[in-house]
């Protein structure tokens, strides 16, 4: 898909307009404008990105000014690190990962593993980076390899506008207009331990950024400490450089593992009301600020798949109302595969429906040349009868390449993991439908 003629976090709509702060201004395939407001200047990133930053005596350099922390170092940080939100990066410390070249990656309409090409099944543990005993994630992660799940979706993000009591995750604490990023041992080192853990056990993670709904602060947290609205939080300035800031943080500290199977740039992104061009020109320059970071790992966007023409018997998903358009997102150069999500009874539709939402996405995937995720779906009930059915479509559709149930469930130290209804427990009947026999199905 070409890309529009201007793309910046405040969305200008001329050409001839000049970038916002932090909005993109040169790159490979970029038609836009490259004149940034006065008192910013656009800077070089790589060949992919180029970013209006502010002027400053140094800033005429063709240099990156995000900074780059040692991968060598085993150093742990136990403090916070402010970012200010004029600021393009963070400061934190990496923390040791381990180095390979041989990366998850996109072959034709397919994912490639370890140098696998196949189709996979994965799934969603939104809580495990806020587990504070190693031994439960390692008990995950063991499971997960056991029974072949080799993609997990975990939150890369927990944010808070106050802090919380001693011995509560938290990774960044937003207020009063500034944000600060814990790297501490209740901060960001639980998710350390989760990508280690990863890597022992051979797991491929996607770490996603923010959340378009309030759990774990999410997009509100922005606004509640930036202020504006939850529709403007995609072209806030000031909230932009805070959320940009975050993902060089955690990029920063993962960046050669190869336990990272891509960056997800939000969950669920919405923008309710919204002209498409909004979330499209936020993906478009935040996907490629990711790469300008990291060129190695895939990105993707983490939508629900709304707005879809093909296949599209005009129900709720296939609209734009929800500020989207996939097809239009997912021809992003920088975005390396689609996501859609999968949830009847949250969207008005019988579950016999999700299968035409299946194959509709696999036709539009294959279409623009990418291969799509399933990467959340589940029911309250009756898992294995609707379930079932939707992976085998999801197996049987040219351009889907992958499918990851919401969500995996486990019995921790503490007892069982969170059950939200949807829940799929290792161990259990459903478990065994829905992981043991759709793995010997892929085969």
């Known amino acids: 898909m070409k890309a529009l003629a201007v793309l910046s976090l405040l969305g200008a709509g001329l050409a001839s307009a000049q970038v916002a702060p932090y909005g993109q201004c040169g790159g490979t ?60 990066s963070s400061t934190s410390t990496t923390t040791a990962v381990a180095s390979s070249t041989d990366y998850p990656s996109t072959t034709g309409l397919n994912f490639t593993i370890d140098g696998k090409t196949s189709y996979y099944a994965g799934t969603n543990s939104y809580w495990i980076g806020f587990l504070t005993d190693n031994a439960d994630v390692d008990l995950v992660m063991s499971h997960l390899n056991e029974s072949d799940l080799r993609i997990l979706r975990v939150w890369g993000f927990n944010d808070v506008n106050t802090v919380p009591s001693t011995g509560t995750v938290y990774f960044q604490l937003l207020e009063d207009g500034t944000a600060t990023i814990n790297t501490g041992e209740y901060g960001l080192e639980r998710l350390d331990y989760v990508v280690e853990s990863a890597e022992a056990h051979n797991i491929k993670l996607i770490i996603n950024f923010v959340n378009n709904w309030t759990d774990y ?15 403007g939080w995609y072209t806030d300035a000031a909230i932009q450089a805070a959320y940009q800031a975050y993902i060089a943080a955690v990029i920063s500290r993962y960046v050669d593992s190869d336990a990272i199977f891509a960056w997800e740039l939000a969950n669920e992104p919405r923008c309710q009301g919204c002209d498409t061009s909004v979330i499209y020109d936020w993906v478009q320059t935040t996907s490629a600020y990711i790469k300008s970071l990291d060129s190695k790992h895939m990105v993707c966007i983490g939508d629900e798949g709304f707005g879809l023409d093909t296949g599209s018997d005009g129900s709720y998903p296939y609209t734009t109302g929800e500020g989207l358009n996939f097809t239009l997102n997912l021809g992003i150069d920088t975005i390396d595969f689609g996501t859609f999500h999968l949830y009847p009874d949250s969207w008005g539709t019988t579950d016999s429906w999700g299968n035409g939402w299946i194959t509709s ?48 469930g486990d019995t921790l130290s503490t007892g069982e993991s969170p059950d939200d209804g949807n829940t799929i427990y290792y161990g259990t009947s459903d478990f065994t439908c829905l992981v043991t026999d759709h793995v010997e199905d892929i085969g």
Not at 67 to 80: L, Q, Y
Not at 217 to 231: I, N, P, Q, R, S
Not at 373 to 400: F, K
Request: proline fraction near 2%; include cysteine; aromatic fraction near 10%.
């Open 217 to 231: 602060g999410g997009m509100a947290a922005y606004v509640a400490a930036f202020g504006g609205t939850t529709t």
């Open 361 to 408: 996405h696999g036709e539009a995937c294959a279409a623009i040349g990418k291969p799509c995720l399933l990467e959340e779906y589940g029911v309250t009930a009756n898992h294995c009868s609707i379930e079932a059915p939707w992976q085998r479509t999801a197996l049987d559709t040219t351009g889907v390449a992958a499918d990851s149930f919401w969500q995996y």
């Open 29 to 88: 395939g970029y038609t836009g404008s490259t004149v940034c407001e006065s008192g910013w200047v656009c800077q070089f990133q790589n060949d992919y990105y180029s970013q209006c930053v502010e002027s400053t005596s140094t800033s005429s350099t063709s240099t990156s000014t995000t900074s780059k922390a040692s991968t060598t170092s085993s150093t742990k940080t136990t403090t916070t690190t402010s970012v200010k939100t004029s600021s393009t």
